[in-house]
């Protein structure tokens, strides 16, 4: 019997012992009931956001509809303050940066939008073996990156046992006393035994994206007979990471396959289900927009999302979860990524994102469509991306402190709900750039560097955590002396 079909007849003998949390009816009427909210109704909802931010509360459905269900441009506008309000409060105005790393395509599943599909054959099949995966880590770490999302497709060639020898791998290339701190993974669901494996070689979040949490649509785009069409196993997912000793787990609907209003709702109680069930919410949440790929008709769904409802969708999010981070990737243009960056309170971004496998090491143009998921759309070197951040005031990270120190799963809830994060994140952005500045920076992020950024948020420390920034202040010293990876 082949892999895949032994693995189907496995996932089909799973019992699955948690309640389903989506239904359709409901999410719908709540929908239905909030049409056109009266401006108070919108009002009142973004002050109870802003409120839930210290609070650490989420948005119920019916008030997550009613933001949903606008329809003023002017609260529009009040709805992207209150996000970029939100995330100060929780987070500070930190931007965490990280890389995608594609280490493996073949795939048994044959997803509709994916360019990774198994019908399709102008796709180049590659597997990175252990010295591939190296060079890319050494291209990755000639660049300044510290933290990476490990992407797999779903195969025999990169089962769970592949998955951890490459995190390993990934965590033992040193370049210049440099390494890879944080190794986030975006990969199929698994057994529990298969989670325990690879929680063993120490992985940071674990994402899995629901795609859709309409079931119906779910069906018509994974097909049945292959392992990705069990709308159930994927749902339960994260519930079988978490109860295996998985601490941070990652949601994500794929925009474009259903209605973004009900995807909205359905993510918002597969997070509350989450928090109910083992009182720890998401990590972050992601909403990335279907792309184009090699083969594959990407562009015809009816539900196609506008570059103006992306805006709103991650706006929405950053109300609807105040204390979960939020990833907005390369996949958009450079300018819908600034103008997000603007009004949606993101937290963390991927630069100089090349998705094509082996894409780091090879230089190539960042765009080969038979080597690579789907095009990307923010080509702008990591250098020239923190650039961007910093002409805003904004401080770039690449922190991996909390996962470092056991700030992880219910360690770390506390403290984003009650946004006291925001005095580890400041800190550590502050020294994580400035070992950035020290070795990989151009002369011009060196410069506003040094003479603006890290100036501005010691500033922010000395007047609100005195003690915070003599220690801050120490470790900058320490960097200056040569030493690495200061952290708190
Ligand atoms: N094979 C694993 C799985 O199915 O969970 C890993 C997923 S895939 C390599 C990573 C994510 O890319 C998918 O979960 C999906 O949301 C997203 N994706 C797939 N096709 C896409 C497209 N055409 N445009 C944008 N994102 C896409
Ligand atoms: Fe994230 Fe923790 Fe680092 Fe803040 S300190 S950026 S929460 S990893």
């Not at 009931?33 to 459905?61: D, F, H, R, W, Y």
């Not at 991927?350 to 998921?373: F, H, M, R, V, W």
């Amino acid at each position: 019997m082949s892999w895949a079909k032994e693995r189907l007849n496995k996932i089909r003998e799973w019992k699955n012992p948690y309640e389903n949390f989506i239904d359709d009816e409901k999410i719908n009427a709540v929908l239905q009931k909030t049409q056109k909210p009266s401006q108070e109704a919108v009002l009142s909802v973004i002050e109870k956001a802003k409120s839930n931010a210290l609070k650490g509360n989420m948005l119920t459905p019916e008030e997550t509809a009613v933001l949903l269900n606008t329809t003023d441009d002017a609260l529009w506008e009040e709805i992207f303050e209150a996000a970029a309000y939100i995330k100060e409060e929780v987070y500070g105005n930190r931007i965490v940066l990280f890389s995608p790393l594609y280490i493996s395509n073949p795939c048994v599943n044959n997803c509709s939008y994916c360019g990774f599909k198994s019908s399709n054959k102008g796709m180049q099949k590659i597997t990175l073996d252990m010295q591939g995966l190296e060079k890319e880590i050494e291209s990755l770490l000639d660049a300044g990156q510290k933290r990476l999302i490990a992407v797999y497709g779903e195969h025999p060639k990169s089962d769970a046992s592949y998955i951890a020898q490459s995190v390993k791998t990934i965590y033992g290339v040193k370049k210049d006393k440099s390494e890879i701190r944080r190794v986030n993974i975006n990969a199929a669901p698994m057994f529990e035994d298969e989670y325990r494996l690879i929680k063993q070689e120490g992985i940071g979040t674990y994402q899995v994206f629901q795609e859709t949490y309409h079931k119906a649509t779910y069906e018509k785009v994974h097909p049945k007979g292959t392992l990705k069409g069990e709308y159930e196993w994927r749902l339960f997912a994260l519930h079988r990471a978490l109860n295996a000793g998985l601490d941070d787990v990652a949601v994500g609907v794929l925009f474009g396959l259903y209605d973004y209003r009900y995807e909205i709702l359905a993510m918002l109680h597969h997070a509350m289900d989450l928090e109910k069930v083992f009182n720890i919410g998401p990590h972050t949440m992601s909403f990335p927009r279907i792309k184009l790929t090699l083969n594959s008709d990407t562009n015809a769904s009816a539900y196609a999302v506008s570059d103006k409802d992306i805006v709103k969708i991650a706006a929405v999010i950053r109300l609807m979860c105040p204390f979960t981070g939020t990833i907005l990737t390369a996949r958009e243009d450079s300018c819908v990524r600034d103008e997000m960056l603007k009004k949606c309170g993101i937290s963390q971004m991927d630069a100089g994102t090349n998705i094509g496998i082996g894409g780091y090491s090879e230089n190539n143009d960042g765009n080969n469509l038979s080597k690579q998921q789907f095009a990307i759309g923010d080509h702008r070197s990591i250098d020239n991306f923190i650039l961007s951040l910093i002409k805003e005031g904004r401080l770039p990270s690449f922190c991996t402190s909390c996962y470092r120190e056991g700030r992880t799963g219910c360690n770390f809830m506390p403290l984003a709900k009650h946004a006291t994060i925001k005095y580890l994140c400041i800190p550590n952005g502050i020294l994580t750039f400035k070992e950035y500045i020290r070795d990989y920076a151009s002369s011009e992020v060196k410069e506003i560097g040094e003479s603006v950024i890290i100036p501005k948020y010691l500033k922010m420390l000395q007047e609100n955590l005195p003690q915070v920034a003599g220690t801050v202040e120490k470790m900058i010293s320490s960097l200056d002396e040569g030493k690495n990876d200061c952290h708190i």
